[in-house]
């Protein structure tokens, strides 16, 4: 690119690089986004980076643009409290993005502005190693949740899997992670707080390779009545 045709794109006003720019040019280095009238950009056909001159949107808050942010708002809210958890079943610096980007994707139900969260879609971890077929919940005495699980699906996976039981508390906004049982055991026994009672807790179970630390994609197991 030469430097007066440059010029020329940009009115001949005067460049200033701005810190974190990523463009790659031989005379101004990198640079990205938005400066002053013109944006660099790079192609996703071609993988080529260029500069288009900005233009403000002529409707930039259209009923669909409004749902969208709506949506994203509401699964921010209601998955923060979850931002601890994210870490560990994700294992990623990135957790809440990929959570929120997949419950995005999956687990919103209803229409603008009143919008939800279908636990029954959420996806709490993702990965390769297999889970389990029938999955079951049901409460023993006080606030003991029992979880069992079938051990013949998913033999190809080694038995010392981990079995990862989470519970969530829609209404205290908490949610629990028990990883006390191999998966070979096939059931788990799991005091939740007493305080819960008459709670009504969405349950997920996922498996983690203990040598690896690879994960399988959850499975809601369903709707505990404490």
Known sequence: ?????????INNNIFKIIKMSKFE???FGKISGRHGTAVAMKS??????YLR???????????KQEAQRAKFGMVNSQLSCMRK???ITFGSKECIHEAVS????????????????????LIMSMGGVNGTGQVTVSKTTGTTAKVDWDTTVGSESTA?????????????KIALLSSDVIRSAGT???????????AEIHCWIFFRNPDTLLTSTSQYIGQLQL
């Open 1 to 9: 690119m030469k430097m007066l045709s440059f010029h020329r794109f």
């Open 25 to 27: 040019s031989s005379t």
């Open 44 to 49: 996703k056909s071609t993988g080529e980076n």
């Open 53 to 63: 001159l900005y233009a403000v949107p002529s409707n930039p808050k259209t009923a």
């Open 85 to 87: 958890l994210f870490k």
């Open 102 to 121: 997949l419950a995005f994707k999956t687990a919103i139900i209803g229409t603008y502005p009143d919008f939800s969260i279908d636990y029954t879609k």
């Open 160 to 172: 010392n899997d981990v079995a990862n039981l989470i519970f969530f508390n829609p209404t205290a």
């Open 188 to 198: 788990d026994q799991v005091d939740l707080p007493t305080i819960w009672t008459g």
